[in-house]
């Protein structure tokens, strides 16, 4: 009996209801080792048309926008939804931060192409 040692919860990992036991390598589904980096299960999955890095390139969101909605989506999944939401918080108020610096530097040279 094989066991795994990944950090996912048994339901996500197994593909099993939820349980403490160990994950057993001969309950996980079959899962194409490449897409763990193409497509990771946390993310959603290749098969799902919400995936993260699908959702992000479709509205165009770039980089710190891109990171909010990943972490978010990703809640729980992957490390404690309090760390990805801390995450996506960092990334959602980086970009507030970058967008209120954008705007006054607008404002500056609208003032100063008007002569003020």
């Known amino acids: 009996m094989k066991i795994c ?16 036991s160990p994950h057993l390598i001969d309950n996980m589904p079959k899962y194409n080792p490449y897409e763990y980096v ?28 891109g990171n909010t909605i990943k972490y978010i989506s990703r809640a729980g999944k992957k490390d404690s939804i309090v760390q990805e939401l801390q995450k ?3 990334y959602l108020e980086r970009e507030i931060k970058n967008q209120k610096s954008y705007a006054e530097e607008i404002t ?4 100063r192409d008007l002569g003020e």
């Open 5 to 20: 040692n990944c950090t996912l919860p048994y339901e996500q990992c197994c593909g099993a209801k939820a349980s403490n």
């Open 38 to 65: 193409t497509h990771p299960i946390h993310y959603g999955g290749k098969d799902n048309p919400y995936e993260a890095i699908k959702v992000i390139e479709a509205w165009e969101l770039g980089f710190n926008l």
């Open 88 to 90: 996506a918080l960092w």
């Open 108 to 111: 500056k040279e609208s003032k």
